[in-house]
């Protein structure tokens, strides 16, 4: 009676862990979502930048 006892407590354990380290991931993929959703905006942002100034560089030439 003792090992079928231990064998679901370990069970139960084996399920916790899993359990536990399956929040875990959940939460760090949204926050892996939350980043890669910020640097996304940072190069979009940064392509705005660039383009504007080669339209400034572009007029500035043609000036000459």
């Known amino acids: 009676m003792f090992w079928p006892m231990c064998a679901i407590a370990a069970g139960f354990l084996g399920m916790t862990v899993l359990g536990v380290l399956a929040v875990r991931v959940f939460l760090e993929a949204e ?30 030439v043609d000036g000459l």
């Open 31 to 60: 926050r892996l979502g939350r980043q890669v959703t910020d640097s996304a905006r940072r190069i979009n942002r940064a392509a705005d930048d660039l383009e504007r100034a080669t339209v400034g560089a572009a007029r500035s």
